[in-house]
């Protein structure tokens, strides 16, 4: 993939390898691109957004914030409504002792 742009990549740039960068099913666009136009098949061109556009787009947004609120809140309610309340030790029943506690925020 070329350096050229963070956050748009023409997929003819785009090759398996750029999977985290670009998503499963665009770097297979550009691979396709690259190998069947060279055989002759006609692929129509296209672009990719990248993670960082995606991150940008979050981050801008306030939509990081949101999204992790929800999942704190979720988490804390996952815990809180647990079928199997914890013990007094803070370890369930069951689990081994030396499995380490997680802390929710």
């Known amino acids: 993939m070329s350096q050229d742009s963070r956050y748009v990549v023409d997929l003819d740039q785009?090759?398996?390898?750029?999977?985290?960068?670009v998503g499963g099913k665009n770097a297979s666009l550009g691979e396709m691109l690259s190998q069947l136009s060279a055989s002759g098949i006609a692929v129509p061109p296209g672009f990719a957004t990248t993670a960082d556009a995606y991150r940008l787009f979050l981050t801008a947004s306030g939509l990081d914030r949101v999204i992790g609120d929800a999942m704190a809140a979720a988490r804390a309610a996952e815990v809180s409504n647990h079928p199997r309340p914890l013990r007094a030790n803070g370890r369930r029943r069951g689990v081994a002792p030396n499995v380490p506690r997680v802390r929710l925020a």
Not at 14 to 21: I, L, N, T, Y
């Open 14 to 21: 785009v090759r398996r390898d750029d999977v985290a960068q």
